[in-house]
């Protein structure tokens, strides 16, 4: 008899990493990732299921309310450090002292070292995003492509064999949308080995997760891959750019604009990616294609 597999889990790491010296102090205060409820089905039934359990959390820099983010709080510490580096609000971890977030009150406190310069101003303008729930980006999207360099671009190749692998290790994993739907997924590779994965009720706040988590640890994205089960919109290219990762891999598809952005910083782009099906969108000449076997047409006989 088989064992019965673990209880998925929205966030972890495939190896054990240290903290960069002077990362900030962070509490850890994972929410219940999971809430079980009773529904009727088509049939007249009734019976218990588990829905992820979306929680607000409302971020303060230095008793400034900045944002609220409706997360499934996997690790709301590293969301918050990833938020605030993809925002572009600091270039550093060092700058923050410590993020401490309390779920009784459904708030995250940032401290910093020496503030955030011109935080009012630089937060003033807003851009509703197509996230989940509207996410938001400070600023001007387009403006901030002047500021984005990925300097092992060039150096970036994917076998598709890598590719398949990397699929393959997503199918098989155990995770919460497999046992309650409703989130998604993103996930660090290198090669095709996973080095972290994490689960949001947003696509933007798993990236965001994943920016946060390398950030702590010093985790450069030259030789990482990308993964991700959203759609590959602009603002998830443009950040998969500011983390440094040259190739990402969506389980959907891309818009015109993540496109264009891609394109234009010489990205590497896939999507509708599962089962060993894809396709490239972006950056042909660092993908080492492995074509499968064209299937034989199928002849349909008069009857």
Not at 171 to 195: P, Y
Not at 271 to 298: I, K, M, W
């Amino acid at each position: 008899m088989l064992p019965e597999p673990a209880e998925p889990c929205a966030f972890d790491t495939a190896a054990h990493w240290q903290p960069v010296p002077g990362a900030p102090r962070l509490t850890q205060a994972q929410g219940t990732l999971l809430r079980e409820i009773t529904v009727q089905d088509e049939y007249g039934e009734r019976r218990s299921i588990h829905i992820p359990a979306e929680r607000p959390l409302t971020v303060f820099v230095d008793k400034r309310e900045l944002v609220t983010l409706m997360t499934l709080g996997a690790s709301p510490e590293l969301l918050v450090l990833g938020y605030l580096c993809n925002q572009r609000l600091i270039t550093r971890v060092d700058e923050v002292e410590s993020i401490t977030v309390d779920w009784e009150v459904g708030a995250a406190a940032v401290r910093m070292h020496a503030g955030i310069a011109d935080l009012a101003e630089r937060t003033a303008r807003r851009v509703v995003t197509t996230g989940c729930g509207q996410g938001t980006v400070f600023g001007d999207l387009m403006s901030q492509l002047d500021g984005v360099s990925l300097p092992g671009v060039q150096a970036a190749r994917i076998r598709q064999s890598t590719l398949n692998g990397m699929l393959e290790v997503m199918r098989q994993r155990n995770s919460i949308h497999r046992k309650a739907g409703s989130v998604h997924g993103c996930a660090l590779f290198r090669g095709a080995e996973m080095l972290m994965f994490v689960e949001d009720v947003g696509r933007h706040n798993a990236i965001d997760t994943i920016a946060g988590w390398m950030a702590m640890h010093g985790v450069a994205g030259g030789d990482k891959l990308f993964y991700t089960t959203g759609r590959l919109t602009s603002e998830m290219v443009m950040k998969a750019a500011q983390m440094g990762v040259p190739i990402i891999v969506s389980r959907n598809g891309v818009t015109a604009m993540g496109h264009e952005l891609a394109t234009r910083l010489g990205m590497t782009l896939f999507g509708r990616a599962a089962n060993r099906h894809f396709l490239c969108y972006t950056g042909f000449e660092r993908f080492d294609s492995e074509p499968e076997p064209q299937r034989a047409p199928v002849r349909v006989v008069a009857g």
